[in-house]
């Protein structure tokens, strides 16, 4: 009896130690913040660190290895007055906006091409996805070489067709230089959207095909007022997921021009690549690299929401 | 309907245009395969007809993997590809399965800023975290894109494995709650095994991504050593002027295999990754 009472308080106070310690771990809130500390304390370091870092960056004059001095907005006040800066949003926005358009429709194209019955359809969605996935790097190498000054073959056979010898000099004329990175950037995410919007288009109920048919609508009807509208929610996320990421583009410039003849090709990102790694102006590249920030913010919080909805 | 004209109009309206695509998107790999063992000869010669080779040759290939670092780039880019995709399918799955399962206060702010950073596009951050790498003393190693691809992995791994864990039906682990199991052991032992289908999705994406890098490689990795395949082939077969075309081509072909590869064993998983954003829409 004695043993037993002295005993009991003292495994009340071992039990009153350990179990609020569970029980407080298997609290949702306790349990959930535990398990996410460690990924959010990375990203806050690697991701939210360098961001506000950037912005302090950009108002810095801070040539690379050196102390860094406040200069207030005196590094955009130069955007604003740099040609070439000006230059480089012109080009942003076009070769933004005509790869979008290209890939939008082409892929568009390509979702109702494969959207029929015939054989080997796996093998060919999966051949159609290859440029998608291969590094671009690599797969620029290639046009690079397709486009040779000395050896293009595209030009081969443009001349083989009847064009004047020696054919377009792509990458060393400004307005062709453009057309070559957008094409390229086109060849390379058509897929994306392709497969997207087939994946869409799979969705669409045969009933609703039918039901319009029977209400006499034809095959441009059909698509008009049945399938657009059913893709609409597709073709918004899959298309400001592309805009974000080719106004951002860098790879496939940096690679194939460098961003010349004359900047004719010089992004956002090329540029203030430029300036930070190579002419070591970290503050002033920063400072390039954020006017990208307004509209990506534009696009990311709308994509955010759009997201999120679902 | 099985008529002559039927079969003439099916091939028509399915083979045209799907032969158009693949053509356009089929053309560089072939150019790239072509170009690599034809003999320079045959590679500079104008008067040649260029889409067919006359007399292959494995020399661009031989030279490729014993005159340059090609071996040693794939090796780092193998290592830093496995390594940053596992860390971001755990550091993921860590940040996906309390925003599927728990409720909380801030869920859903976390959710909207996972989805967010997600979106940050690379060159937004390359400036300060470059100089974040150097204070770190980290140039020139691999533990700094092992470091810094998981930035866009993580919110990538995460949004992919929420959207799969939110399709995980909850009664196994309400069961297992219900004999007595923690939070932690129902996760592990009975909630993760369920998910491999998400995981392999995210895990070739992640893989896949982490070989297309190329800006951070760039930046970080200035050294033979260390460098990528990407960065590699950029910065050191392209010389000067003058252009290894036939050397090129064999490295961009080789480059692109492991990926190819993969993702030919995981098709599906990957067009329905590719896909989850946004069908579930």
Known sequence: MTVASERLPALARAARRHAPLSVLLDRESVFSWLMMALPLIFLAALVGYPFFYGILLSLQDRPVARVGTFVGLRNFVTNLHDPIFWQVAINTFIYTGVATLLKMVGGLGLALAMNQQFRMKNLVRALLLLPFIVPTV?????????????????????????????????????????VSIIVINTWRGLPFYGISLLA???????ELYEAATIDGAGGWQRFRFVTLPLLRPIILIVTLFSVIFTFADFQLVYVLTHGGPQNATNLFATYAFDIAMGAGQLGLGASIALAMLPALALLIVALTIYMGRK | MVTGHGRLESVIRVWLPVAFFLVLALFPFYWMAITSIKPN?????????????????????????????????TWNTMLVAVVATAISLVLGAMLAYPL????????????????????????????PLADVINRLRLGNTLTAVILTYPTMLVPFCAWLLLGYFKTVPKELEEAARIDGASR????????????????????????TLSQ????????FLTKTTVRTVPVGVISELIRGDVFYWGQLMAAALLGSIPVALIYSFFVEHYVAGLTAGSVKA
């Not at chain 1, 869409?200 to 045969?206: F, K, N, S, Y």
């Not at chain 2, 599927?100 to 400036?127: D, E, H, S, W």
Request: proline content about 9%.
């Open chain 2, 41 to 73: 000869a045959e590679l500079y010669n104008r008067n040649v007809m260029p889409l067919i080779v006359y007399a292959p040759t494995l020399k661009h290939y031989v030279d490729l993997l014993t005159k340059t670092s090609f071996l040693l780039w």
């Open chain 2, 212 to 219: 297309n890098e190329f800006l951070y490689a760039l930046i």
């Open chain 2, 184 to 207: 932690l052991q129902t996760m592990r032992r009975i909630f993760l095994p369920l998910c491999t289908p998400g995981f392999i999705s995210a895990g070739i994406f992640a893989f």
């Open chain 2, 100 to 127: 599927a399962r728990m409720r909380f206060a801030g869920a859903g702010l976390i959710a909207m800023t996972v989805a967010a950073i997600y979106l940050v596009p690379q060159p937004l951050l390359f400036i």
């Open chain 1, 200 to 206: 869409g288009l799979q969705t669409v109920p045969p």
């Open chain 1, 138 to 178: 690599l797969s620029t190498v290639a046009w690079m070489w397709m486009l040779d000054p000395a050896f293009s073959v595209v030009n081969r056979l443009l001349v083989a067709l009847g064009w004047p010898k020696p054919g377009p000099s792509w990458l060393g004329n400004p307005a062709l230089a453009m």
